[in-house]
């Protein structure tokens, strides 16, 4: 088995697709589609358009993350 080497960016919340998918905007202008980390969903963390998050980048897919955090 390899490391798990995603790489984890602040992204802005963009969008709220169906099937609790998130669009988000990294920095440098790129759309990704996100998750809820298991953590999240456990805790009932909502997120709407406009939020600041941490979101971890698949290292197999550059367009598909999972947020790991809220930021305020």
Not at 13 to 21: G, H, K, R, T
Not at 28 to 55: C, I, M, T, W, Y
Not at 60 to 70: A, E, V
Request: aromatic content about 2%.
């Amino acid at each position: 088995m390899g490391s798990d080497a995603s790489v984890t960016v602040e992204a802005e919340v963009v969008e709220l697709l169906p099937s609790a998918v998130v669009r988000v905007k990294l920095a440098n202008q790129d759309l990704v589609l996100a998750h809820a980390a298991d953590a999240s969903k456990l805790n009932f963390v909502r997120v709407r358009p406009g939020d600041r998050v941490e979101v971890a980048i698949s290292p197999h897919d550059r367009t598909r993350g999972r947020i790991t955090k809220l930021l305020k």
